[in-house]
């Protein structure tokens, strides 16, 4: 059935551990920032107990006398039976007690804590596994910034001030937008920017352009997932795993401007501009792209649209196409005694007569990967000039749609082959070209 979580004042109540060793010491490390006053009782006490300031020791053994006053007591010695003798005697006068590696001789449990300043998390599962609680822990402890103790004791130091200004009604949002600028943003806060907040006066917000990365949803960066986590918009294009999108907050707008079947994608314009209009209406904007913003992903367009307008911006790496989706499907760019480097092409352009880059023949002739984006229309055309290049109609090659493609294959051949054997398998777009020894390669596990 699990625990209840209360959460109680231990501010100046008296508590108990019965114990010196190592055991009694991490219960009152866990104990000691939420404040009680703590006695320990052992024949023997660590130094590092001894050290504590504000304890009171008393080196005996436990008597029954040694509960009256307490308000909760820690049975932690190196006795299993004197644990349970203690815990009996603390559940016949209805004082909390917590036996050490005893559930059954417990009313309360230690959870799992995670404190930053006035936040506290606690995770338990009511001893089924200490194992889960911690891991449990340390994802609660990685979402939650260090500053975060910080943060809060600044909104504290606000409440006062906006409860004298503000009439009752118009203070819950108030608050609510004072954390989501001082979370976006950093705080303090100058004054210009706490009026605006408190008035309710529209500020620009900030675009962040953020690579998702390619295939899985957690293959997304920290950063850019945190970002995601609290943004009052999300603008995203196609080729994205569904529950990124699940991580933006409930309110936030999601703003589809990618390419779907029978859709065409957004004109570039009309996404800068949609930019700029989400930032001028004070959000924090996530403009999410698949792979790297700045590889074939336009971003730099949208950087210098958004600079252009006065728009704070920032660039969130991702891990781009041109090395995950080979990667995904066991194939390296780069290894040893195979490829020393690789290139990475787009198989578009408007700058030639035949739309293809008019570098190809140097590409050609150059040693490691060769990998294209956007080159399956073009697939033909690319293995037919790179061996008129001088290439081996016998170089290893493949096509990759990667997991998120409608169809997700990998299909390998050489620059002889790989354009039919593309077409039988009935591969489609997105995918990536990789033509160099290392496509030859299948390291997957």
Same mark, same amino acid.
């Given at each position: 059935?699990?625990?209840?979580?209360?959460?109680? @004042?231990?501010?100046?109540?008296?508590?108990?551990?019965?114990?010196?060793?190592?055991?009694?010491?991490?219960?009152?490390?866990?104990?000691?920032?939420?404040?009680?006053?703590?006695?320990?009782?052992? =024949?023997?006490?660590?130094?590092?107990?001894?050290?504590? =300031?504000?304890?009171?020791?008393? /080196?005996?053994?436990?008597?029954?006398?040694?509960?009256?006053?307490?308000?909760?007591?820690?049975?932690?010695?190196?006795?299993?039976?004197?644990?349970?003798?203690?815990?009996?005697?603390?559940?016949?006068?209805?004082?909390?007690?917590?036996?050490? @590696?005893?559930?059954?001789?417990?009313?309360?449990?230690?959870?799992?804590?995670?404190?930053?300043? +006035?936040?506290?998390?606690?995770?338990?599962?009511?001893?089924?596994?200490?194992?889960?609680?911690?891991?449990?822990?340390?994802?609660?402890?990685?979402?939650?910034?260090?500053?975060?103790? %910080?943060?809060?004791?600044?909104?504290?130091?606000?409440?006062?001030?906006?409860?004298?200004?503000?009439?009752?009604?118009?203070?819950?949002?108030?608050?609510?937008?004072?954390?989501?600028?001082?979370?976006?943003?950093?705080?303090?806060?100058?004054?210009?920017?706490?009026?605006?907040?408190?008035?309710?006066?529209?500020?620009?917000?900030?675009?962040?352009?953020?690579? %998702?990365?390619?295939?899985?949803? +957690?293959?997304?960066?920290?950063?850019?997932? /945190?970002?995601?986590?609290?943004?009052?918009?999300?603008?995203? +294009?196609?080729?994205?795993?569904?529950?990124?999108?699940?991580? %933006?907050?409930?309110?936030?707008?999601?703003?589809?401007?990618?390419?779907?079947?029978?859709?065409?994608?957004?004109?570039?314009?009309?996404?800068?501009?949609?930019?700029?209009?989400?930032?001028?209406?004070?959000?924090?904007?996530?403009?999410?792209?698949?792979?790297?913003?700045?590889?074939?992903?336009?971003?730099?367009?949208?950087?210098?649209?958004?600079?252009?307008?006065?728009?704070?911006?920032?660039?969130?790496?991702?891990?781009?196409?041109?090395?995950?989706?080979?990667?995904?499907?066991?194939?390296?760019?780069?290894?040893?005694?195979?490829?020393?480097?690789?290139?990475?092409?787009?198989?578009?352009?408007?700058?030639?007569?035949?739309?293809?880059?008019?570098?190809?023949?140097?590409?050609?002739?150059?040693?490691?990967?060769?990998?294209?984006?956007?080159?399956?229309?073009?697939?033909?055309?690319?293995?037919? /000039?790179?061996?008129?290049?001088?290439?081996?109609?016998?170089?290893?090659?493949?096509?990759?749609?990667?997991?998120?493609?409608?169809?997700?294959?990998?299909?390998?051949?050489?620059?002889?082959?790989?354009?039919?054997?593309?077409?039988? %398998?009935?591969?489609?777009?997105?995918?990536?070209?990789?033509?160099?020894?290392?496509?030859?390669? @299948?390291?997957?596990?």
């Amino acid at each position: 059935m699990g625990y209840f979580p209360f959460f109680m @004042d231990l501010e100046g109540r008296e508590g108990l551990v019965v114990g010196g060793g190592t055991v009694a010491a991490r219960k009152l490390q866990k104990l000691l920032p939420y404040g009680p006053r703590l006695t320990v009782a052992a =024949p023997e006490i660590l130094p590092e107990i001894e050290a504590v =300031p504000g304890l009171t020791l008393l /080196r005996r053994t436990f008597e029954p006398a040694m509960l009256e006053g307490t308000f909760f007591v820690i049975a932690a010695t190196d006795s299993r039976e004197a644990n349970r003798e203690i815990a009996a005697l603390c559940r016949k006068k209805d004082i909390p007690v917590n036996a050490v @590696d005893d559930k059954e001789g417990c009313t309360f449990l230690f959870p799992a804590l995670v404190k930053r300043g +006035d936040l506290t998390v606690g995770v338990s599962t009511a001893g089924a596994s200490p194992s889960a609680a911690a891991w449990v822990k340390r994802r609660v402890s990685a979402a939650v910034p260090e500053g975060f103790g %910080a943060l809060l004791a600044y909104l504290a130091s606000l409440r006062p001030m906006v409860r004298e200004r503000l009439p009752e009604e118009k203070r819950a949002a108030v608050f609510s937008r004072l954390f989501s600028v001082c979370l976006e943003r950093g705080f303090p806060l100058e004054e210009a920017a706490l009026a605006a907040v408190l008035t309710g006066t529209p500020r620009a917000g900030k675009v962040y352009l953020v690579g %998702a990365g390619c295939g899985a949803a +957690d293959l997304i960066t920290v950063r850019g997932l /945190r970002l995601l986590e609290r943004c009052g918009a999300v603008v995203y +294009d196609g080729l994205l795993a569904p529950e990124l999108l699940d991580a %933006a907050p409930e309110g936030a707008e999601k703003i589809y401007v990618g390419k779907r079947r029978g859709r065409h994608s957004a004109a570039q314009e009309e996404i800068n501009a949609l930019l700029i209009a989400k930032a001028r209406e004070g959000k924090t904007v996530v403009r999410l792209k698949g792979g790297d913003p700045f590889v074939f992903g336009r971003g730099g367009e949208e950087a210098l649209a958004l600079q252009a307008a006065g728009i704070e911006w920032e660039y969130v790496p991702g891990v781009t196409s041109a090395v995950a989706v080979p990667g995904r499907a066991g194939i390296p760019v780069t290894h040893r005694g195979v490829s020393r480097g690789f290139h990475v092409v787009t198989a578009h352009t408007a700058d030639s007569a035949d739309g293809m880059p008019e570098c190809l023949e140097d590409l050609a002739r150059l040693p490691g990967t060769l990998v294209f984006l956007m080159g399956l229309s073009q697939l033909e055309k690319i293995a037919r /000039r790179l061996m008129g290049a001088g290439l081996p109609p016998g170089t290893p090659a493949a096509v990759i749609s990667g997991e998120n493609a409608p169809r997700p294959m990998a299909v390998r051949g050489t620059l002889n082959d790989i354009a039919e054997r593309a077409r039988e %398998a009935g591969a489609e777009a997105p995918a990536v070209i990789v033509v160099g020894g290392t496509a030859g390669m @299948d390291l997957k596990a």
